[in-house]
């Protein structure tokens, strides 16, 4: 690794990691711990360091324990001391997570410029404000060091999921969250990056990602496996001991939001198969009230439907919910149609069905267009508050974290034996059933979805309902309750009496010791009828 560094340019880059100002307000140095020096001069290659013998550097830790900020790090040492004509090539899922590492990396050169420490700290040292960002140009996708006339030095933030995120020739490649490249190009880009970095004399190759959430087979978790049993790669793992600032109260709201797979893998640093249940049975029994569905809208809330519509092989489910203002979410119907015999789901009586939550009981009415286009266009003909929502895979996301947000938080309320339905020869499902058959599956970095297995009992019809319905709840938030209007209240021009407008709703972050609850207040405005 001496090509690329002199004994004077390598103490250098070593240095630079110390004297950048993080977040915090510290400087890096007074605070640097021991992983996070192997991991830049792991990056580097630095001389004397232990980790330039292997080309090869695989860091991972759970999600906050600064990833983006030993990258940033790194690209400002090769940038100020990289020799003339370096390239290096960060490749990253996609563009939201490159610019993650150039915030981190504007972020040095901002507090380096205006934290006061900063400025007393570079004048005790005889240096000139701003000078780490000096020299420095940003364009679309590289950032380049101009500060010594023909000295060249580029670093290329690439994106992999792209086609044409392939073919670099580059002194340094550093893999960003690799875990989570997708496919068809991540592979692909692993392939060619992992064959092409030697091509160059004293080439480098670094991943700094989480854990695995693919079973083994898949390449990145092969990858992975390689790296921490094999004798190739400087291995790094950090783990929570090792982030002391990632604190109990953080891991408390991560763990009452993210699925607990999800959480083991983020934050425990368990690899994972992707897979795990959606709820668990205790939450589900929690949530089991003595209580019938409701016969009439009698109750003050706000509803949402939620329908999944099939018609020959799947069975069709309507499910309504209700908001009241204390926070807690009431399963008041749930309508399950089997197709029987051969013969298709009676599409009339569920539609028949829709028109009276709509109509009657005041119910927004949440369809998957996939079967139910038709039917959602002729019901917000009728003047009903219809919604489609496609099937991307952010909508999947959220429905599904807010079925688990909703037992897991303890709001939802459901009677026993909800959704039981009789399927014939003695067979029956339910709600719960299909709740506890369900899987949850990590399907990209923070994007979740649940898979579901066809059989005689459906598809997870009443999930699927459910999910719908729930995603339509959570974006609700907080529903306030119209209040009475007094004589004093009537507007005077032609003697209108004056009534509350739609209820405004807001969504506020509680105590995030509690599981992120939710507190709610009272907000109206007023309108003439």
């Given amino acids: 690794m001496g090509a690329w560094w002199t004994a004077q340019s390598a103490h250098a880059a070593k240095w630079l990691q110390t004297i950048l100002v993080l977040d915090t307000g510290q400087r890096w140095g007074d605070i640097l711990l021991p992983w996070q020096e192997r991991v830049h001069a792991g990056i580097l290659g630095i001389p004397g360091s232990g980790m330039e013998t292997k080309p090869l550097t695989w860091c991972d830790g759970p999600t906050g324990c600064g990833k983006d900020q030993q990258i940033a790090a790194a690209v400002l040492s090769i940038l100020h001391y990289a020799p003339a004509g370096f390239r290096g090539v960060m490749l990253s899922t996609d563009h939201d997570r490159a610019r993650d590492v150039i915030e981190s990396l504007n972020g040095f050169l901002r507090r380096d410029r205006d934290e006061e420490a900063g400025i007393r700290w570079r004048r005790s040292q005889g240096l000139h404000e701003g000078w780490i960002g000096q020299g420095i140009e940003f364009t679309r996708d590289q950032i380049r060091s101009t500060s010594e006339s023909g000295r060249d030095v580029v670093v290329k933030c690439v994106a992999t999921d792209g086609a044409s995120a392939s073919g670099e020739r580059a002194d340094l490649f550093i893999a960003n969250e690799v875990q989570s490249w997708a496919d068809p190009h991540g592979g692909r880009v692993w392939t060619e990056t992992f064959a092409r970095f030697q091509k160059k004399a004293h080439g480098r190759l670094s991943v700094l990602s989480n854990l695995p959430f693919t079973g083994k087979g898949d390449w990145r978790r092969d990858a992975w496996e390689q790296a921490r049993t094999g004798t190739l790669w400087n291995y790094i793992p950090a783990r929570l001991a090792d982030c002391p600032w990632i604190t109990e109260e953080r891991l408390a709201i991560q763990r009452a939001t993210l699925p607990a797979t999800a959480y083991r893998r983020l934050y425990n640093c368990e690899p994972t198969d992707g897979r795990g249940e959606l709820i668990e049975a205790g939450w589900y029994d929690a949530a089991v009230r003595d209580m019938l569905p409701a016969l009439e809208p009698k109750l003050p809330g706000r509803r949402v439907v939620g329908c999944d519509l099939g018609i020959s092989r799947d069975h069709a489910v309507v499910i309504m919910l209700r908001l009241d203002l204390t926070g807690a979410v009431y399963l008041e119907k749930l309508d399950v149609w089997v197709p029987r015999d051969g013969n298709e789901v009676p599409l009339a009586e569920v539609k028949d069905r829709l028109r009276t939550y709509g109509k009657d009981w005041g119910a927004e009415l949440l369809l998957d267009p996939f079967q139910a286009k038709l039917m959602a266009q002729d019901l917000l003909a009728e003047g009903l508050t219809v919604e489609t929502i496609d099937a991307t895979q952010k909508n999947a996301s959220d429905q599904t974290l807010a079925v688990v947000n909703l037992f897991r938080e303890g709001r939802l309320r459901v009677w026993k034996d909800a959704g039981k339905t009789e399927i014939g020869e003695g067979f029956s499902t339910s709600l719960r059933q299909q709740l506890l058959d369900a899987e949850v599956k990590e399907a990209n970095r923070g994007v979740y979805k649940v ?40 507007v005077a021009k032609g003697e209108e009496r004056a009534r509350p407008t739609r209820p405004q709703l807001r969504y506020i972050h509680g105590d995030h010791g509690r599981s992120n609850r939710y507190r709610y207040e009272r907000r109206h405005s007023w309108r003439a009828s």
């Fill in 451 to 490: 898979v579901q297995k066809r059989s005689r009992a459906g598809h997870g019809d009443q999930v699927s309902a459910l999910m719908l319905a729930a995603f339509g709840i959570v974006r609700i938030g907080a529903w306030s309750e119209p209040c009475a209007i007094s004589s004093s209240q009537i």
